[in-house]
């Protein structure tokens, strides 16, 4: 099976854009861009992965697309790279975002939580 993607990056965040648990940044980005796009992907630290779950969820009323929100850190060891195992679990979620679900919801290995 071949999947298709067309990938655009939206919107950079800082741990100041959710300082407090602001996180209607991230919801913002995909209520502007919701009509281009079959489905997103979030990426995001694991520190407050649930809570953005949760929070994008509640914000993001009358959703018709998938929203999966993956979580990961960067390689302490090798500055700007992916670490172990969240290029799969990256690939995982854009092959999610493709599916007819209509909610959010979390990838974690090969699992979506839904």
């Not at 979030?42 to 779950?53: C, E, I, P, S």
């Not at 959703?63 to 990961?72: C, E, Y």
Request: a neutral charge; aromatic letters at 8%; glycine letters at 12%.
């Amino acid at each position: 099976m071949t999947i298709g993607a067309d990938i655009s990056p939206l919107a950079v965040s800082s741990k100041n854009d959710v300082a407090g648990g602001n996180f209607s940044v991230f919801a913002a980005a995909i209520a502007k861009h919701y009509p281009s796009f079959d489905g997103f992907v979030v990426l995001r630290g694991y520190d407050d992965l649930l809570y953005l779950a949760a929070a994008l969820s509640f914000s993001l009323t009358g959703l018709g697309k998938p929203v999966v929100v993956v979580g990961g850190e960067i390689a302490a060891k090798r500055p700007g790279e992916l670490a172990a195992g969240l290029k799969a679990d990256l690939i995982n979620a854009v092959q999610a975002a493709t599916l007819p679900f209509a909610e959010v919801g979390i990838m974690s290995g090969n699992r979506l939580l839904r």
